[in-house]
C-alpha cells in the first residue's frame, strides 16, 4: 500500500525522505548559538528585497581566548582580517 499512497501523494515522499518537518535538536534557540557553540555569533545578512539570511559566525579555537566577551563589531571586524574563512551552509526544514 505505500507505493500506492506514494502515486497518489508524492509530497509525502519528499516529507519523509528530508524530515523538513522537523527542528533538530528540540527546545533550543537556533538564533542564539553563543548558549550551543564557544566563540559563535550569528548575523543576518540581507540578500535582496524582503529576504534575509541568517549565518553563524564561528572564529577559530586559536581566537577563542581573544574573542571572549566581544561585541559583533568585533566578529564583522575579523571577518576581513587574513584569516581563512569556510562557508559550511546547513539547515533542516524545521530551522531554515
Known amino acids: 500500500s505505500v507505493p500506492f499512497l506514494i502515486r497518489l501523494f508524492p509530497v509525502l515522499l519528499t516529507k519523509f525522505v528530508f524530515l523538513n518537518f522537523l527542528a533538530f535538536p ?4 537556533l538564533r542564539r548559538p553563543e548558549l ?22 564561528t ?14 563589531r568585533w566578529y564583522e571586524e575579523a571577518l576581513g582580517d587574513a584569516h581563512p574563512v569556510i562557508i559550511y551552509l546547513h539547515g ?4 531554515r
Request: net charge negative; hydrophobic share 35%.
Open 59 to 72: 572564529v577559530p579555537g586559536s581566537r577563542g581566548a581573544e574573542a571572549q566577551g566581544k561585541d559583533h
Open 26 to 29: 528540540f527546545f533550543v534557540d
Open 36 to 57: 550551543l557553540l564557544n566563540n559563535t555569533i550569528s548575523l543576518y545578512l540581507p540578500t535582496e528585497p524582503g529576504v534575509t539570511v541568517g549565518v553563524w559566525h
Open 92 to 95: 533542516n526544514g524545521g530551522t
